[in-house]
């Protein structure tokens, strides 16, 4: 398989995921749209350590360690996003994200 | 063969991707994102990350979404998602020539040793593990991500919290 | 009845990754028809044909389906048993084929689909569940030589495996229309969320001593003369997290005293209320093969493996390693992982049912803990007391 | 008002601020009420039954709840409705007796003694003292035999399936009793109208000795089992703590009223047959394991009331004695013009019927006052604020039979 195959899968869930936050209205499609739009990256940044250094070796690891920790950042984003929405929902009654809008006031 | 089962991920990912965007329920867009993480984890094995590939579907599909689910259950879905933006159609219109352009400069650009088949790929997951530790140069990293979970812990359970104590009896349960 | 298709893609889903991720090693199918085949085929396609017949027909026609159904009346006979009764007896020889007269009933049992129901999830949600099953048992290595897979993530792959049930139940749950069901999904996926965390903790404690993720490698260091090789008493640490690790897994099968996702007496039947015929028993059988998968873990990674002291190293002094020892092998080993099923039924019909908060803190106020300790306290031990013995590390 | 068909047409029960403190399960501490309680929900209506495992027959009870937390409840009763008491004012007084074994089924003996006891005091009848040995003696045998399948069927509600197996082997031994005096199992009809249906067999009396020798031997198991089961105890401590006022408050009886610490037992405070000759002692809730009166009280109770009746019955087979064993009854019962009331403590608490004769074959009115109906009639007031778990367990611990809710 070619690298551009794989960046061409990422390039796609990159869209989609964007599409998603923005064309849904809901503040959980906005998360799983983040969740997309960072496994696209981490497809991206494999891909190209593996492409890179085909050899293997420290130089390959490198986009798997980069990868590992977006994930991580990924699942803090995701609690700390969650709250968040939950919170909006308990204080607006509305997942929609456009709805609170107290700092217009 | 690699084709194949790359073109099996990839159809997994990019199609649990285009559920989860035009599908009306959100509780069935969670479920195709599903698709998606598991195939991802499936081109991560094909690219020979084999250790990132089963972080992938501990932390995504057994965390991540889990968490999301959870959320659905939590809020209530908003009716006036029943019908979809145009903007959607414009974007998916976009997601595909946008792909197969990525593609096109990608593989027209000289990447290093990017041609020809690869050769097998190692167990990684013992030597991210010195890279992360024994080494020196990802340490510093390491360490930050995990007093950043710590505080994103911290931070969502406080966030979560109740924002004010409940009035006396007034609570609009 | 579109229904088998279902879990056999999703098996190849889940059974391709896996076995790429063993590498070119392959499984004995991989490698049967590697053997056959007069022009080489490139190893891709080999695992490929491996995830389609060793991970899916294979593991689920061949192994699966019968151990279940013997688990199921050994379940019922230990019940029986334990409460001054007898047990199933009619069937076959002590009715040993109950079972089977179980799963012909519920094969031509009518397949309903509530009114109300999301037609499409509640279709998949058991094919789902199974699939992980199927995935999860195609990573425990029965012997030395013996084996559908040898991960070298194996033990990391099943846990994160295992969680594709608990999106399997939650979509159980949802899609079947019942309150009662999503009642269960959620008791589920709290309970689950919050027992993984202990369960992986106190895996971690072996994975630490012996210094691999591959059941297969850790039960091959614990072979010996004595059970003194066994990491259940290498030191002080393990065998609290081998409790720990017992406990949590019965959380994540859903096993009483944990079994509030189908509390009968609470839920009805919990996720699977509306669930009939042979979707219904697809629960069953994950739930049996995931009972299995548990005890499988615990008898290679704490237990000493398909290692008893005396016998196999007599054994290999006899035969060496050959058929006989694999044999001999897989006897133990499934002894051993039987054992722990039967702790399991034991519990299960002796214990009452905890409540959702006590589950709650259970988990997160003693487990946790509990397990993290172990964990440094192990790790200290390596660190600090082995090396005075003379031990590397 | 009249009753709201669905829970959704009532207005909600407001939670009242710190979330009903009395009410609150376990020991949760403020700040983790907060976080159970904190993230904006909506209620959820559900049916508990009719067809439940745990609502012990055909009860159905409209549960709201918000996820785990039960906010309100409303029995909805009538399922298994026989019209019970119209046939008593259809059919001849003897006629009408074996239907009283239908109400409460578990504890058939028990609603034979009390009809009976009803005509009897209004025809004046006295009734033979071997009869009323044995009346006591089967009482007490139904009390032991309903007991242990309360035990058993709470054992079920709380998730251990194997005490009920274990109880169900005595309740067996307690049925062949049974069954080699009157012929039948369940239905018995065998304490009559001036007396009892005929004598015991040869032997019988020994064999109840025996029975009663292995039976505190079991009874020592069951509490091994159960009772002293740590997941069990955390279970049913301190879950629907029923106060002592407000027990009597709403007319509860039985092991319920006695769970709360009330010493109210008919057999000693309105004594009737032979019980005034009995030494026995009124088992109460202590508050042993949590609070007084809290679902653990008022099992233990039905356990501690099992080990009294052996004592009550060893006493009685000291003192039985030979004779007849039926007053003089003619065939065609005829009640003089009257109106009378007996209540007989049954397992359950008070089982009360009120007779008024117009002097006919037929009675003119035949009111049953059950003791499960009135006990369930407090479940709404104790569900709100307990969790969905719970609610089987106070569900269970109040006991109910659903063929004497409804008659």
Redesign the interface.
């Known amino acids: 398989m070619s690298l551009g195959a794989y960046l061409a899968v990422a390039t796609a869930l990159f869209v989609l995921g964007l599409a998603m936050m923005i064309a849904r209205r809901n503040l959980l499609y906005v998360l799983m749209g983040i969740e997309l739009i960072l496994n696209a990256a981490n497809l991206n940044f494999v891909a190209f350590a593996r492409y890179a250094a085909p050899a293997g070796g420290e130089a390959a690891l490198r986009g798997q360690v980069f990868a590992l920790i977006v994930i991580l950042l990924a699942v803090a984003e995701a609690a700390v996003a969650l709250a968040i929405v939950l919170h909006a929902y308990s204080l607006f009654d509305t997942v929609r994200p456009e709805e609170p809008d107290l700092l217009r006031e | 063969m690699e084709r194949i089962a790359f073109a099996l991920f990839a159809a997994i990912a990019v199609g649990g991707g285009l559920v989860a965007l035009f599908h009306r329920s959100i509780v069935h867009s969670a479920f195709a994102l599903m698709g998606t993480f598991l195939g991802i984890s499936g081109l991560f094995v094909l690219l020979g990350a084999d250790f990132l590939a089963v972080v992938q579907l501990l932390i995504y599909v057994g965390g991540i979404l889990v968490l999301i689910l959870f959320g659905l259950m939590l809020t209530k879905p908003d009716p006036s998602e029943r019908k979809l933006r145009r903007v959607l159609l414009v974007l998916a219109a976009v997601a595909v020539p946008a792909a197969i352009l990525v593609a096109r400069i990608a593989s027209a650009a000289r990447w290093a040793a990017a041609e020809g088949p690869l050769p097998d790929p190692k167990p990684a997951a013992r030597e991210i593990g010195f890279l992360f530790l024994l080494k020196d140069a990802y340490l510093i990293p390491f360490e930050l991500a995990a007093f950043l979970l710590t505080v994103a812990l911290v931070g969502a359970v406080f966030l979560a919290r109740q924002p004010h104590p409940p009035p006396p009896g007034g609570e609009d349960r | 009845m579109g229904l088998l298709p279902a879990p056999l893609l999703a098996a190849t889903l889940l059974g391709a990754p896996l076995l790429v991720a063993g590498g070119q090693q392959g499984n004995f199918v991989t490698d049967l028809v590697a053997k056959l085949s007069p022009v080489e085929i490139p190893w891709p396609l080999l695992v490929l044909i491996g995830a389609l017949l060793g991970s899916g027909f294979f593991l689920l026609l061949v192994f699966i389906t019968p151990y279940a159904m013997l688990a199921i009346w050994a379940e019922r006979k230990v019940g029986g048993h334990i409460q001054c009764r007898i047990g199933p007896k009619r069937v076959g020889p002590f009715g040993l084929l109950q079972s089977i007269a179980d799963a012909i009933k519920l094969l031509v049992k009518e397949d309903t689909i509530p009114a109300g129901a999301d037609k499409l999830l509640f279709v998949f949600a058991p094919a789902l569940v199974l699939a992980s099953a199927i995935a999860m048992f195609a990573a425990v290595p029965f012997a030395p030589d013996v084996w559908f897979t040898d991960l070298n993530l194996g033990v990391f792959f099943i846990v994160a495996i295992s969680s594709l049930t608990t999106i399997g139940v939650i979509m159980a749950g949802w899609s079947s229309a019942n309150k009662w069901s999503l009642y269960g999904a959620m008791r589920m996926a709290a309970s689950v969320i919050s027992y993984e965390v202990p369960l992986g903790i106190s895996l971690l404690v072996p994975v630490l001593v012996s210094g691999t993720f591959s059941l297969r490698e850790a039960a091959l260091a614990q072979e010996g003369w004595g059970g003194a090789a066994w990491y259940l008493f290498r030191d002080p640490f393990v065998l609290p997290a081998f409790l720990l690790f017992y406990t949590a897994s019965l959380a994540e099968t859903k096993r009483a005293p944990f079994d509030l996702p189908e509390a009968e007496s609470e839920l009805v039947a919990g996720f699977h209320t509306e669930y009939s015929g042979m979707r219904f028993s697809f629960f069953f059988l994950e739930e049996y093969a995931a009972m299995f998968v548990v005890s499988a873990i615990g008898a290679l990674y704490f237990l000493g493996g398909w290692a008893f002291p005396g016998l196999t190293p007599l054994v290999e002094h006899l035969f060496g390693r050959g058929w006989i020892f694999n044999a001999v092998a897989i006897g133990v080993f499934s002894a051993k992982a039987l054992f722990l099923v039967f702790v399991m039924m034991w519990l299960r019909w002796t214990l009452p049912r905890i409540r959702i908060d006590q589950v709650m803190t259970l988990g997160y106020k003693y487990l946790t803990p509990l397990s993290l300790a172990c964990l440094l306290g192990a790790a200290a031990w390596e660190l600090y007391v082995v090396p005075l013995f003379g031990g590397g590390g | 008002m009249s009753e709201p068909a669905r829970a959704a047409t009532a207005p909600?029960r407001?939670?009242?601020?710190g979330a009903g403190d009395e009410h609150w399960?376990?020991d949760?501490r403020p700040g983790e009420r907060?976080?159970?309680?904190?993230?904006?929900?909506?209620?959820?209506e559900?049916n508990m039954g009719p067809q439940?495992?745990?609502t012990h027959g055909v009860l159905r009870v409209l549960l709201r709840a918000?996820?785990?937390i039960v906010t309100g409840a409303q029995p909805h009763l009538g399922y298994l409705h026989r019209c019970a008491e119209k046939i008593g004012e259809s059919v001849e007084f003897l006629q009408y007796l074996p239907y009283t074994d239908r109400y409460d089924y578990l504890a058939a003996m028990n609603n034979n003694l009390g009809y009976s006891m009803a005509v009897e005091k209004l025809m004046g009848v006295e009734v033979p003292e071997r009869a009323q040995w044995i009346r006591t003696i089967f009482a007490e045998l139904n009390r032991i035999g309903s007991h242990l399948i309360s035990f058993g069927t709470y054992?079920?509600?709380?998730?251990?399936?194997?005490p009920?197996?274990?109880a169900f082997?005595e309740r067996e031994w307690m049925m062949a009793l049974f069954e080699k005096v009157c012929g039948a199992r369940l239905t018995y009809s065998y304490i009559r109208i001036g007396g009892v249906f005929n004598d015991l067999p040869e032997g019988w009396l020994e064999e109840l000795g025996r029975f009663c020798d292995v039976f505190e031997e079991k009874w020592v198991e069951y509490n091994d089992l159960?009772s002293h089961?740590h997941?069990?105890v955390?279970?049913t401590r301190n879950v629907g703590i029923l106060p002592a006022e407000k027990a009597i408050a709403w007319g509860c009886t039985g092991p319920m009223l006695r769970g709360s610490g009330v010493a109210w037992d008919l057999r000693r405070d309105a004594p009737y047959s032979m019980y005034p000759r009995l030494e026995f002692d009124v088992c109460l809730g202590a508050g042993l394991k949590g609070t007084l009166g809290d679902c653990w009280d008022r099992y233990f109770v039905k356990l501690l009331e099992m080990k009294e009746s052996i004592r009550i019955l060893r006493q009685c087979l000291r003192q039985i004695g030979p004779g007849p064993v039926m007053a003089d009854v003619p065939k065609t019962i005829r009640v003089p013009a009257g109106a009378g009331y007996v209540g007989v403590e049954n397992p359950r608490g008070e089982l009360g019927h009120y007779i008024v004769s117009d002097g006919g074959k037929i009675s003119r009115r035949c009111r049953v006052r059950g003791p499960s109906f009135c006990n369930l009639s407090i479940l709404g007031e104790m569900m709100p604020g307990t969790?969905?778990?719970?609610s089987?367990a106070i569900i269970g611990s109040i006991d109910i039979v659903v063929g004497e809710t409804d008659r």
């Open positions: 909600p407001p939670v009242p601020p399960v376990g949760l907060e976080v159970l309680l904190d993230v904006k929900t909506q209620d959820m559900i439940h495992p745990s918000d996820g785990e054992g079920l509600d709380i998730g251990a399936f194997t009920f197996f274990y082997r159960l089961n997941i069990f955390e279970r969790m969905l778990a719970d089987v």
